[in-house]
């Protein structure tokens, strides 16, 4: 940058050119994704899937008037809750028969945020070739383009995350006012979009913190900031840490490369070379290295092309522009760094950062390099992600199992032997809600046989990642190999009904339970059995004809909650069951009707106690039972009382203490449908009436009036 100042009409000619450099990207990302949405059949992938389906909760609440869950977000196993800016604005998104493939078009918009971000930084930190230098450069980065194909929130992240960067530069870091609370505003959408914001922004907050007048200005933004994001942590926050510390912590297991290996601190290098090509991120590098070194020169002055248009005058000071390149040189280098040290991997973790190396890179490069840099751009685009046309066939699955289920049943469930990035159990999943086709369930208890599903999709050739044992054993019965038929265990109980060609070769084949089970003809006796995770002991099985049986048990013991509940009886109607080599496969259940059972406290409080790792205690006094135990030197206690009707269970909250007493708590309630809530539920569900005294609950006794 100049010593000298920009005249309005320069400053004017520099827009109007970094604006046709954007308006031509805009128009070719705009015929990108026209054709990747004509040409395009793949499926969500399972974390797009996931997004997708927490926008439709969002839509539902919105719909139905449920105030809590319009914040409170539904966690997904292996998903911490995630906040709600990004998927709000997938909603106006699922009208479209295929959303997952119309998402290209409002990831362009945030596609577009971070590359005009990418151009007005190098423009504030070096001038106007620079600033085009760099909008080239991101704009034609077929790395970022990777990722802004399908429905992540990580996508609008970065792009808030690098416009704040952006408004930080042009309020003088704090200095003005009004663009200092344009940062606030930018850094709220990004906290809103994904917690990890705060992290990303930490070198932006710090730039503020050392003079008092900018110190100001920064808790002024820092105060809108919060008053935009903090409503849904405050709701999601005593669900969100858990979840995030324990998906952090998953990648060294899923295979991702230990800490201090070479391959774990390449991981993001070798994103970025994706993203601009190893000649371009060297020459990035070089570009880096020489703007932090001319920061504190008195020359700030960018050669070339800058000089040709007027003298490149500096948006900011001298000193300002050192501090300026180095908080966006502190931008990247601490995003690279968290993100290298965290366990968990994915290229798009360092996307909130990549907008800084081309507007760093660019910013005191001479005009050869910047040439440079625009060739090494238009060479590497060619390399940007094209459509996959080929079918994977959902919704022909679904529509079969669709037009093969029993329509007396509320809910017919499907076990997915796949975890494919095209065939996968949370991708159909999202597919069937989306159609609406919610009496199809998925998910089933995998022992011997998928139990408690009475479809079953396989996949052959390549099933996917991260399958148990006990799941490729299944799908070598299940024939899931060329040529191969279902065979064994797995053949007495399922029949194949279809097969579909799939665009890598393999197939996906459909199963049913089979009409003519092997059922038990007359009472069975078993010293033990195992039923969805559950022991059973001491088991007495009584068919009484068209699928159902009367079942006692003298225990029942949870894997989850390993309470004992002594002398079960019950009736299973609708029941699948298969008898082979002295044991009973239950394959499915319509309902299940409890009439006697019990727990004592006794039992209940040494479970809680190995689950929770502490003493917990359990009493009932009339109707209300009460849990205690200690936080460290905090008693804590929670005092509530059930009650069940044939809708379902009830508990109201009556006292709660936190060391004191926690107010309102008695206007605290949760409640359990007993309708089907497949896969953790898969049949419907009806309770005796129950009573409670001094030793545990009986079921079967007499009907509680709370």
């Not at 935009?228 to 005593?238: I, T």
């Not at 996949?459 to 299944?474: A, E, H, M, N, Q």
Request: proline residues 8%; glycine residues 10%; aromatic residues 10%.
């Amino acid at each position: 940058m100049a010593a000298t100042t920009r005249t309005p009409k320069q400053r004017r000619t520099e827009l109007v050119i970094l604006a046709a450099i954007a308006g031509g990207l805009l128009a070719y990302h705009a015929a990108l994704v026209q054709r990747w949405v004509t040409l395009d059949r793949q499926p969500p992938g399972w974390d797009p899937a996931v997004h997708l389906g927490t926008a439709l909760d969002y839509q539902e609440a919105w719909r139905e008037g449920r105030a809590l869950d319009v914040l409170l977000t539904k966690p997904r196993p292996g998903h911490p809750p995630y906040p709600p800016g990004y998927h709000y604005s997938l909603i106006p998104l699922l009208e479209h028969h295929a959303p997952h493939r119309t998402v290209a078009w409002l990831n362009l918009a945030y596609l577009m945020i971070l590359v005009v971000s990418a151009g007005w930084i190098a423009w504030e930190l070096g001038g106007v070739g620079p600033g085009a230098a760099s909008l080239l450069v991101a704009g034609l980065s077929p790395g970022i383009l990777f990722k802004y194909r399908e429905a992540f929130p990580d996508l609008a992240l970065a792009a808030w995350t690098s416009l704040a960067y952006a408004l930080l530069l042009r309020s003088r870091l704090f200095e003005r006012r009004g663009w200092s609370l344009a940062v606030g505003l930018c850094a709220g959408l990004a906290m809103q979009s994904k917690w990890g914001a705060l992290l990303y922004l930490a070198p932006a907050w710090l730039s503020g913190w050392p003079e008092p007048a900018r110190r100001r200005n920064l808790w002024r933004a820092t105060a809108l900031a919060a008053a935009l994001c903090a409503p849904w942590y405050l709701v999601n926050g005593f669900q969100m840490l858990p979840r995030i510390l324990a998906a952090a912590s998953l990648g060294h297991a899923q295979g991702q490369p230990l800490t201090w290996t070479w391959a774990n601190w390449w991981y993001y290098p070798d994103f970025w070379t994706r993203c601009f090509s190893g000649p371009g991120l060297a020459l990035l590098a070089a570009g880096a290295a020489l703007a932090l070194s001319r920061s504190r020169s008195r020359e700030r002055r960018a050669p070339g092309l800058a000089t040709r248009l007027g003298p490149a005058a500096p948006a900011l000071g001298a000193d300002l522009l050192g501090a300026s390149r180095l908080v966006i040189f502190a931008w990247v280098a601490f995003s690279y760094l968290f993100s290298t040290l965290v366990p968990s991997k994915d290229w798009r973790y360092i996307l909130p950062a990549t907008a800084g190396v081309p507007a760093l890179g660019a910013a005191a490069m001479p005009v050869p390099g910047l040439a440079a840099l625009a060739l090494a751009a238009f060479w590497h685009h060619g390399a940007a992600l094209t459509p996959a046309p080929g079918d994977w066939q959902e919704a022909h699955i679904l529509a079969e199992v669709e037009a093969r289920r029993e329509p007396s049943r509320p809910v017919s469930t499907l076990c997915v032997l796949a975890n494919h990035r095209n065939l996968n159990p949370t991708s159909l999943g999202w597919m069937a809600r989306h159609k609406g086709l919610g009496a199809i369930a998925f998910g089933g208890h995998q022992t011997e046989l998928p139990e408690f599903a009475e479809f079953v999709l396989a996949k052959t050739g390549d099933p996917g990642p991260f399958l148990s044992d006990v799941t490729l054993t299944i799908l070598r019965e299940a024939g899931a190999n060329a040529g191969a038929r279902a065979a064994g265990l797995f053949a007495k109980a399922f029949r194949e009904v279809r097969r579909w060609p799939l665009p890598d070769g393999s197939e996906a084949v459909l199963f049913e339970v089979r009409p003519d089970l092997g059922a038990p003809a007359g009472p069975r006796r078993f010293s033990s059995l195992r039923v969805r995770g559950a022991l059973l002991e001491g088991v007495t099985l009584l068919p009484r004809g068209g699928g159902s049986y009367d079942v006692t048990a003298a225990t029942i013991t949870l894997g989850k909650l390993p309470a004992p509940v002594r002398g079960v009886r019950a009736r299973l109607e609708g029941a699948r069951i298969l008898e082979s080599g002295g044991r009973a496969y239950v394959l499915g259940v319509d309902r299940l009707e409890v009439s006697s059972a019990s727990v004592a406290w006794e039992d209940l409080a040494k479970a809680l106690s190995q689950r929770s790792g502490t003493l917990v205690r359990v009493s009932a006094e009339g109707a209300l039972i009460t849990l205690g135990a200690g936080l460290g030197p905090i008693p804590v206690s929670v005092s509530f009382a059930p009650s069940a009707s044939d809708a379902g269970l009830l508990v109201r909250l009556r006292r709660a203490r936190l060391g004191l007493p926690v107010p309102f708590a008695d206007r605290l309630w949760w409640s359990r449908s007993f309708s089907p809530r497949p896969p953790y539920q898969p049949y419907a569900l009806v309770l005796a009436p129950f009573e409670i005294d001094a030793r545990g609950l009986r079921i079967g006794g007499r009907t509680q009036r709370l």
